[in-house]
């Protein structure tokens, strides 16, 4: 619990200064190389977020930009934070998955009633021989698997292989416009030297970057952003470092003494977010963004929505049809009653997203994204 001394900052202030850390006030003049490292990753449980994710905070940038990173092997695509498929840079691809190398491995022993008489290290090695050779599929990795261990469940197999080594998606897959069936091999197997000198991250250089990507923050807040426990150590022993508030429950939150914490009477443009945006994921307590009278709609059962921030806050979900024909159409449906001047800056924003994203000039209509 946060000292009764500690300066409290409400939701709104909270709101300002994360928006800013995620490059949301205004788009930032930064490569699509330094901004995947500066966020620590987009999430990428599907292919195009990570670049709608870019579009929302770059000044200028187009799909290519992202799309050439990934075929250069400068970004790769890996399962990391919370068990999920997220887009890294190379260093951080190599430096951030040994961090969460505990939490695979219990997932690994969360499967262990299917991998009866099965030798993790001795898997590992024959799977990583196996991917090495060339990139392959899940279903192959499995089949190949299970030549060695017959009675042992594939799903089980499939899921130690995917936890025990840090197996990258190649491209064509991820690449803007292109289209591949998702296979596998090491990160250190596919980006070659690169590999050579990069080095696990400490924890503490990661909390550090943690707040200057999504700060002020709890310890629980980093925790569920990484999918990770236990980080309390980090933070007391960084504690000299840092800055410490406490929000208006009272929770602690510590901050970089130079991040930026703007005004909260600071303008937020309108912004289209993709589904799985980290922005909506990276804190124990959402309400920094997501009011509590909308908490649960950008989602459907297990399926994530695009989601549209009016004045940095969640207000309503999006979707394009005929993505990729000659004249899209992105469809928003607002939450909540709109000033008709908001209305124009969402739909310029929206036009600008069309123009950008889609290659095309559009059309932005209010209405149900489910009509």
């Known amino acids: 619990m946060a000292s009764r001394t500690n300066p409290v900052l409400d939701t709104r202030a909270l709101n300002r200064a994360t928006l800013a850390r995620q490059l949301l006030l205004s788009r930032a003049e930064m490569t699509p190389l330094d901004a ?21 905070r770059l000044a200028g940038f187009r799909p290519d930009g992202l799309a050439r990173l990934m075929e250069e092997r400068k970004v790769v695509r890996m399962v990391t934070m919370r068990s999920t498929i997220h887009t890294h840079t190379v260093r951080d691809a190599l430096g951030l998955r040994p961090l969460v190398q505990g939490a695979r491995d219990r997932e690994v022993n969360y499967f262990r009633k299917g991998l009866v ?16 050779a060339e990139p392959r599929t899940m279903g192959e ?34 690449v803007w416009g292109r289209s591949g069936q998702v296979r596998l091999t090491t990160v250190e197997s596919w980006v070659g030297d690169a590999a050579h000198g990069e080095e696990e991250q400490g924890i503490d250089a990661v909390v550090l970057r943690y707040l200057g990507a999504f700060g002020p923050a709890s310890v629980k807040d980093m925790q569920t952003w990484a999918g990770l426990t236990r980080l309390r150590e980090p933070f007391e022993r960084l504690r000299p470092r840092l800055l410490a508030f406490r929000d208006e429950n009272g929770v602690e939150l510590f901050d970089l003494p130079d991040a930026p ?7 937020a ?23 509590p009278e909308v908490k649960g709609r950008a989602w459907s059962g297990n399926q994530a929505h695009r989601t549209l921030l009016v004045d940095g806050f969640l207000a309503g979900l999006w979707r394009i049809d005929d993505e ?9 449906e607002l939450f909540g009653t709109q000033t008709p001047a908001r209305k124009d800056e969402i739909a310029a924003e929206g036009e600008a997203l069309l123009a950008g994203m889609a290659g095309a000039p559009g059309a932005v209509r209010f209405g149900s994204i489910h009509g």
């Not at 914490?261 to 303008?267: H, L, Y």
């Not at 990729?324 to 928003?332: E, F, I, N, Q, Y």
């Open 141 to 174: 990795i499995r089949e190949e698997l299970l030549r060695e261990w017959p009675s042992a469940d594939p799903q089980s197999l499939s899921v130690a292989a995917r936890c025990l080594l840090p197996l990258v998606q190649v491209t064509p897959r991820g």
């Open 36 to 56: 995947v490292a500066h966020l620590l990753g987009l999430q990428a449980q599907n292919v195009k977020p990570p670049y709608f994710q870019l579009h929302a």
């Open 324 to 332: 990729d024909g000659a004249r899209p159409r992105l469809t928003v």
């Open 117 to 132: 008489g099965v030798d993790p290290e001795r898997l590992a090695r024959r799977a990583r021989a196996f991917v090495e």
């Open 269 to 291: 443009p309108p912004r289209f977010l993709p589904e799985f945006d980290n922005l909506l994921l990276s804190h124990a307590d959402r309400s920094r963004v997501v009011p």
């Open 261 to 267: 914490r703007p005004d909260p009477a600071t303008p």
